[in-house]
Structures are given as structure tokens and as C-alpha cells.
């Protein structure tokens, strides 16, 4: 038969199972703040619920983490110069925010309200391709229109993306930007290019016609240069043709000069002679007087001429001394002359015996320029 233990071995047992408990409660404590648990009871009949101190934290901190969150987002989307939309698929809009209103100059509450057909405008034919591509992908990034409160219709470029909120539902966050300006500026830099295209074109025309002109004038020149090269040429010529002609009009000049002087002295003056010899009367005698004066009187001209140092040379020579005149040596005069250097040489000892140079330190090209 067991024997019966005694009030202190119970109590002995009673204080050790007191220790084991609290040291597993200790225990249980520590785990579950090193593993961020806690663990409650729901006492039914007595209708309380009893939690551990660590699931009492736990709560109180996922309260504060979300409502830090919250602020930081309430920030984030309030603060934000850029025009942000919370909307669904259908195109509700659940959030606008500050810049979205003043963008669209309207209210929060009537964006929400109007949903999509107030905001986007929906005869803008990339707006059907804009909402297939973030159907299909979960996102979109590009430009479409958009029309304020009193219908005005603006650019904007956007970019929405698809997420899940902690309900498991779809939500699009759309941030847009209006481009009012900067198509504008667009615009002016792509008239202003235009213009300057334009200038450049309108320039090289103008290049072009001067060009032709330039060309034109070119050969106008060219031609005009071969016709006065022609003219020369043949200017020449009648100047060559003159020279020739006007040296032998001096050469039929000076030997019909010669012949009436000769004439006048050969078949003239004897006659005089004998005239003024066979008649005695006086008045007779004063008209033969009165006719030889005429007569010299007609002839003194030639007579002068006929008196001048060049009156005894040939025609040949008075060529060949025009040519010395000129500067001409013998060989160039025996070129134009068709004759040879030689003969040029004894033309010139000619020349100066008739002109008395002969052995005679002078000159003849000045002897000649000086007569």
C-alpha cells in the first residue's frame, strides 16, 4: 500500500511545477518576441480575449508602419507637381491629385465623378491603341489629349501603370504632364526651321539664276572676245592692205610729181626760151614773163618737195627708209620685204651715199626722223 505524501511534499511538488510554468512562460515569451508572434485566448463563457504582451506590440506596430506609410504617401500624391490619377480599368478615377485639378481646372470630387469621359478626350484616335497596350501589358508611356472644365482641348504626355492594391484589386496610377508649351514650342522651332528652309531654298534659286547669268554673260564674253580677236585680225589685215596702199599711192604720188616736174622742165621751159628768144615786141616779151611766173607759181609746190634730200631715192629705198623710221632692224624690213639681208644692206649704203651720210658718224634712223 502506497503511502499518502505529506502536505509539504505537496507543497515541495506545487512550488517546483510553479518554477517549470514560469519558465516556460519566460521562455515562450522570449520566442515570441524573437520571432515577432504573439498568441491570444477566447475565453467563451466568460466572453474575454486574452492576448500575450508580444501580439498586443505586433498590432500596435503594424498600426504606426501603416499609418506612417499612409502620410508618406498622402505626401508623396498631394505634394507632387505632377498631375497624378488613381482610376480602374473601366475608367472610373478613385484619386486626383492637387496638380491634376489645377491641370484640368477642376474639382476632386468632379473628376471622380466624370471618371475618364470627363478628363481624357475620347475622339483623340490614339486613344483606343493607349488603353489596348496597357490592357495587354500593364502599362503605357506616350502622348494623348486631354480637355479641361471648360472643353478645352490639350496636349499631354502620360504614363500609366497597372498594380494590386492589398485587396487584390486592379488600380492604375497615371502621372501626366501637359505639353501645351512645349508643342508650342515645337510648333515655332518647326515654322521657324521652315522659314529658314524656305530662305535656303528661295537663296539657292536666286544662286542658281545668278549662276546662269554669270554663265550666259560668260559666254556672251567668250564670244564677244572671239569676234573682236576676228575683228583685229582682220583690222589688221586692212591696215596691212592700207599701209600698202597708201605706200604705193605716195610712190604713184611722188613719181607723178617727178614726172611733171620733169615734163615742165624738159617740155616746157625750152619752149619758153625760144618763145621769149622769137619775139621782140614787149608786150609779148611781158606775157611770156607773165606765163613762166604762173607757171612756177603752179609748180613751187612739187619743186619744194622735189628739193628734199629723199627726191633722188627709189621708190625701193624710200619703203626700206620708212621701215628704218620705224625702228624696223634689216632682218625684220628683208621678212616683210621677201628679200635678203644682203640686199637690205646695200639698199641702206644707197641710201646714206644719196643723203650725203656716206662715211659719216650718223645716225640714219634719226637723220630720217628728223627731215
Known sequence: MLERPSYEDLEQEVRRLHRELSKKESDLREIEKLASIGNWEWNIE?????????????????????????????????NCLEAIFLTAQDGSVFAANQAACQMLEMSEAKIISGGRNAVVNLNDPRLQAALEERKKTGKFRGELTYKKKDGTIFPVELSSVVFKNNHGDEVTCIFTHNITEQKQNEEELTSYRNYLAELVEQRTFELEQENTKCRLIGKLLKKANEELEQKSVALEE???????????????????????????????????????????????????????????????????????????????????GAFIKQGFSNKEIALSLNCSVRTIDAHRDN?????????????????????
Open 46 to 78: 466568460q466572453q474575454v480575449l486574452i492576448w500575450s504582451e508580444q501580439y498586443i506590440t505586433s498590432r500596435k506596430q503594424m498600426e504606426e508602419t501603416l499609418k506612417d506609410s499612409e502620410s508618406k504617401y498622402r505626401a508623396i500624391f498631394d
Open 238 to 320: 586692212i591696215n596691212t592692205a592700207l599701209k600698202v596702199l597708201l605706200n604705193k599711192q605716195e610712190r604713184d604720188t611722188q613719181e607723178m610729181e617727178e614726172n611733171f616736174f620733169c615734163n615742165y622742165e624738159k617740155m616746157i621751159l625750152p619752149f619758153l626760151s625760144k618763145l621769149k628768144n622769137s619775139y621782140s615786141n614787149t608786150n609779148q616779151q611781158n606775157l611770156i614773163n607773165i606765163l613762166e611766173t604762173n607757171l612756177k607759181e603752179i609748180i613751187s609746190p612739187f619743186s619744194k618737195k622735189l628739193s628734199d634730200p629723199i627726191i633722188n631715192l627709189t621708190p625701193t629705198e624710200i619703203q626700206i
Open 351 to 371: 641710201i646714206r651715199k644719196k643723203l650725203n651720210l656716206k662715211n659719216k658718224k650718223i645716225n640714219l634712223r634719226s637723220f630720217l626722223i628728223n627731215l
